[in-house]
């Protein structure tokens, strides 16, 4: 994942880059440029350019990249003026390095037409969303688990249960909506709601890759968002563990249930006899398993078919792609905004005047500003031939031993 560097990293490597004349990439019409600063960075930077560029639109963005020391450094900066060889440039706000990608991003070319569609099924469910998708397939499923048999799979994950917990419960947002303080935090964050020790304090680390866990942190926000003043958010914590305790609760945990972007429901589980070992990472792995479990026996046996939706293509406004990802824009009051989730996978066809390229691309990060969305996508396992296309119609030119690492799907 791309990451913005800190600000005084930024300021050193816009000094660098003039101090050390780093040549700054950038492409335009299937022709590369290579540009240098020509004065010390300030609020504004002024490149000069080695060959001529012709005429730039003002007000738009020049898509660029460096080279120090081996890290790849991606920046945009908006052009102000254009004198002759000389290009004014407002400093960027950020620049990225640990790029996902090795090639610099490009505006689409106008003779390609790019269409996007859905991976699998998609649905309109009356239950709570998120802003992140779960993918739901066999592939984590054990196989000692029939999950057409639902009746007899919840007697199995029960029976399990009691090996470790005191007490469970497995909930259905569809029969009942959230209501308790831990149904609305986990069904509008679909994080799980883990205390090990309600005489501890809850989690402030979340140690999964995949964040998966309401950390302490998370809580006081979600405290805040209920109208908790900043100066009152320890002591509410410590009220609601202790709450916890005087009622006879000991290690607690309450795990989402999700199905794509919805929390369908949870499964709690606890623990009330004084003295027994409290849940630990290990419990609330098995737990997830199980939601995992549950929500795929459900769509396997038609719950969902209800909502399922007609997956018709769309197309996005592409803002710029590369030989390995592309970033594209829907307007805010788009139905997508809902459903274009980091992870989730479109089906991508990429249409040029003598080739189609299809390939699958993730989601790979998304935000947005006051008038559209964005979505970053990195293009997954496009065959080398289609790769070869794709950089020779962007970039003007044939991929050489330097450009390999795209081939073998280093990016």
């Known amino acids: 994942m791309a990451t913005p560097v800190g600000r005084i990293e930024k300021e050193f490597l816009l000094k660098v880059m003039y101090d050390e004349k780093l040549p700054i990439m950038y492409i335009k019409d299937r022709t590369e440029y290579v540009l240098t600063l020509e004065h010390p960075a300030t609020a504004d930077l002024i490149f000069r350019c080695a060959k001529t560029i012709g005429r730039l639109r003002l007000n738009t963005k020049l898509h660029m990249l460096f080279n120090y020391k081996g890290q790849v ?3 945009n900066a908006e052009i102000v003026s254009q004198k002759e060889e000389l290009i004014y440039c407002k400093s960027p706000d950020v620049l990225y390095k640990n790029l996902d990608r090795n090639y610099l991003r490009v505006d689409a070319p106008s003779d390609l037409k790019i269409l996007f569609t859905f991976q699998g099924d998609r649905y309109n469910l009356a239950f709570p969303k998120v802003n992140e998708y779960e993918s739901v397939g066999a592939d984590d499923i054990r196989r000692n688990l029939d999950t057409r048999d639902f009746t007899g799979l919840i007697k199995q994950i029960t029976g399990s249960l009691k090996n470790f917990a005191d007490g469970f419960k497995i909930v259905n947002f569809r029969d009942k909506k959230p209501e ?4 609305r935090i986990v069904s509008e964050t679909g ?10 304090f809850l989690p402030k680390v ?4 995949k964040k998966r866990i309401i950390t302490e942190d998370l809580f006081k926000r979600y405290l805040e968002t209920t109208g908790v003043g ?6 509410n914590c410590a009220r609601f563990l202790k709450n916890k305790f005087n009622d006879g609760i000991f290690s607690d945990a309450w795990v989402p249930l999700l199905f794509h972007e919805y929390v369908i429901g949870y499964i709690h589980i606890w623990i009330d ?3 027994k070992l409290p849940f630990d990472f290990s419990a609330l792995d098995t737990v997830y398993q199980y939601a995992k479990v549950l929500a795929f026996s459900l769509k396997e046996n038609g719950y969902f078919e209800h909502g399922k939706v007609k997956n018709e293509p769309f197309e996005g406004r592409i803002l710029d792609i590369s030989a390995s990802g592309l970033l594209f824009a829907c307007p805010l009051n788009s139905t997508l905004m809902t459903t274009l989730l980091v992870d989730a996978e479109l089906s991508v066809g990429i249409l040029a005047p003598n080739r ?3 390939v699958v691309a993730r989601i790979v990060r998304r935000f947005k500003d006051k008038t559209a969305g964005y979505f970053g996508c990195r293009f997954m396992g496009m065959a080398p031939e289609d790769v070869r296309f794709l950089f020779e119609h962007l970039y003007g030119r044939q991929i050489d031993d ?3 690492a795209i081939i073998t799907g280093q990016v």
């Open 73 to 75: 450094i991606d920046f």
């Open 356 to 358: 189609t390229v299809s």
């Open 402 to 404: 330097d450009d390999s």
């Open 206 to 209: 979340d140690p999964y890759p």
């Open 273 to 275: 006899t004084q003295g």
């Open 180 to 183: 308790t303080m831990e149904e």
């Open 230 to 235: 900043t100066t009152f958010l320890d002591e």
């Open 191 to 200: 994080k799980a709601l883990f205390i090990p020790s309600t005489v501890s």
